[in-house]
């Protein structure tokens, strides 16, 4: 009984995801290449979660949110030999969870753009292109809840509600 009012009284979470690639200019790392796909997705995942992007969406979208707050719910991952980032953003509001996503990833590419390119430039590497980043699945909203998870919650009650009671009989 109780955790049935805990679920109903729980504000539910709703989550977009959004998948960004990462390459070498307009394309994917050359085969040729040694790249060390760790370093170059451990960075992009690092300035996917920098400030400059938290508080231009913020800026963009009319946020009445902290930088902190809004990174706190966004999530970026990769795996180890891939050029492909996992981006999700877990908001109360699922229409804002797939704006919020959809705006991070246009900023960070615009700035992933604009700065190395300019970086690159500047430093007189233009025989070397840039590493690059581009949304390749645009932000969407997963289906379901991320929480509460009703009938998990339910189950796993009624579960602990029968051991403590076989525990005291």
Do not use: C, W
């Not at 992007?53 to 966004?74: C, K, M, Q, Y």
């Not at 795996?79 to 704006?99: C, F, H, K, M």
């Amino acid at each position: 009984g109780a955790t049935l009012a805990y679920v109903k009284q729980a504000t539910p979470v709703y989550s977009a995801s959004s998948k960004v690639v990462v390459g070498q200019g307009q394309t994917l790392f050359a085969p040729g290449l040694s790249v060390d796909y760790v370093a170059v997705t451990s960075t992009i995942r690092s300035l996917l979660q920098s400030n400059i992007v938290a508080e231009d969406t913020i800026r963009r979208l009319g946020l009445h949110i902290t930088p902190n707050s809004l990174l706190g719910n966004l999530s970026v991952s990769a795996l180890p030999d891939g050029a492909v980032i996992d981006v999700s953003y877990a908001d109360t509001n699922e229409a804002r969870a797939v704006q919020v996503l959809s705006t991070i990833g246009s900023i960070f590419t615009r700035l992933m753009s604009t700065t190395l390119t300019a970086k690159a430039r500047t430093t007189g590497q233009q025989a070397v292109q840039p590493v690059s980043a581009a949304v390749f699945d645009p932000a969407h909203a997963d289906p379901g809840l991320v929480s509460p998870h009703t009938s998990r919650s339910l189950a796993i009650a009624v579960i602990l509600g029968l051991v403590a009671g076989i525990l005291l009989a």
